[in-house]
């Protein structure tokens, strides 16, 4: 009975870590979660290797608010920045 309970937590904790891990990389958390609970602790090892997925980090932060796209460069800078990081643009403050 205590090897079944222990299973089921190291099945919970594997599906918790996974779904977070996942959303902080940029990937599909409900994905990851459902692959934990399939395959338990191994996913989110592959998850731990995984690279971040960058476009869809940057795709987030635009529409949360927090990073806009350069007007000049196209480049993701933050949403209150008045010269472009990349292209040293000045850009007008809406704030």
């Not at 350069?70 to 933050?78: H, V």
Request: hydrophobic share 55%.
């Amino acid at each position: 009975m205590e090897i079944i309970l222990v299973g089921l937590l190291v099945a919970l904790v594997s599906m918790v870590a996974a779904g977070v891990v996942a959303r902080n990389k940029g990937r599909s958390a409900c994905l990851w979660v459902v692959i934990a609970f399939l395959l338990g602790p191994i996913p989110l090892i592959v998850l731990l290797v995984l690279p971040a997925n960058q476009e869809a980090l940057e795709s987030q932060a635009v529409q949360a608010g927090t990073m806009k796209h350069c007007p000049f460069c196209d480049e993701i800078i933050r949403a209150k920045a008045i010269r472009c990081s990349h292209c040293g643009a000045s850009l007008e403050y809406k704030g």
